[in-house]
């Protein structure tokens, strides 16, 4: 089970606190707690994660490079939180059922698992059903009640609500740039470069001919069904892939390259079902996606 998922929301809080404000001092105060509690809550969050997050200098507490990457997610669930106490009801209004979900492969993998770990302690009667599908699900047939999408769907019995964008960057794992080089805008230096992409709409290959570079399609050296797995294949070191900057933010053995490219960003669309709205578990649900997934975009 991924980490994330058991950690205490107290930690949470204090990691947050203490990066934005800089001491336990500070911290505590923002939080109206002392600093041996906010303390506490970072050893054990440290311990739990099993990486240092701060280093402590006469300057105060300095986050370590982990510490940083992990601020920016730390961060959105913080005020998907905080939003969350404020328009959401109590654990004790009996809230309970499944709620069905379903979101991109990448998505699916990558986002949802802290977002949902964070609802489900807030609301412990609300259960999880998770589609991992890129293709659009029929939320009027009822094979889902909520959908995250990254095209907008069209149909008149839907609710759809573009809730963010996604930004999208070129990557390569550490591993790969220590064997290869950092990829730099030359052609001929590219070509020594490795490539993937993600079929059948093969993003990089129409994208390098439009930039009149078709040759470049030739690096490419594996395609996959989906962005997930094209992005397990950048970090295991294959090749150079696109991914949502998201999702590249948070693993810290990976660099963005080629950053003069700018790939593209997608809509983040929430969509449900006009009759199924109004029931409350799947109101909560959509509205503390909707604020998360708004948190983490641009």
């Not at 939080?31 to 006469?58: C, D």
């Not at 709409?201 to 989906?226: M, N, T």
Request: proline share 5%.
């Amino acid at each position: 089970m991924d980490p994330l998922h058991r950690m205490s929301w107290d930690w949470i809080k204090s990691f947050v606190a203490v990066a934005e404000q800089g001491s336990l001092a500070a911290a505590a105060q923002r939080l109206q707690t002392n600093a041996a509690t906010v303390s506490r809550h970072i050893a054990a969050l440290e311990k739990h994660l099993g990486i240092e997050l701060f280093v402590r200098s006469r300057q105060g507490m300095q986050p370590t490079l982990p510490a940083q990457q992990f601020l920016a997610p730390a961060q959105a669930m913080h005020g998907a939180m905080h939003q969350l106490s404020l328009g959401v009801a109590a654990k004790d209004t009996g809230l309970k059922g499944v709620v069905r979900i379903s979101a991109s492969v990448t998505i699916a993998n990558f986002i949802l698992p802290d977002l949902l770990g964070v609802l489900h302690s807030l609301q412990p009667g609300i259960h999880f059903e998770v589609v991992a599908v890129d293709s659009l699900s029929n939320l009027h047939k009822r094979e889902a009640d909520i959908a995250i999408r990254l095209t907008q769907p069209v149909h008149s019995e839907l609710i759809a609500k573009r809730v963010a964008w996604f930004d999208l960057g070129l990557y390569a794992s550490h591993a790969y740039l220590a064997r290869h080089g950092t990829p730099r805008m030359d052609p001929q230096q590219l070509l020594r470069h490795r490539f993937i992409d993600v079929s059948p709409q093969h993003p990089l290959r129409e994208g390098f001919a439009k930039s009149g570079l078709p040759q470049l399609g030739d690096c490419i050296v594996c395609a996959c069904s989906d962005h997930a797995s094209a992005w397990q294949m950048a970090r295991s070191g294959l090749g150079i892939a696109s991914s949502l900057k998201v999702v590249a933010q948070r693993e810290a053995l990976v660099s963005e390259v080629l950053t003069e490219v700018q790939p593209g960003r997608f809509p983040v669309w929430l969509v449900t079902h006009k009759e199924l709205r109004q029931q409350p578990r799947l109101r909560v649900v959509a509205d503390y996606l909707a604020q998360a997934l708004k948190s983490l975009g641009s």
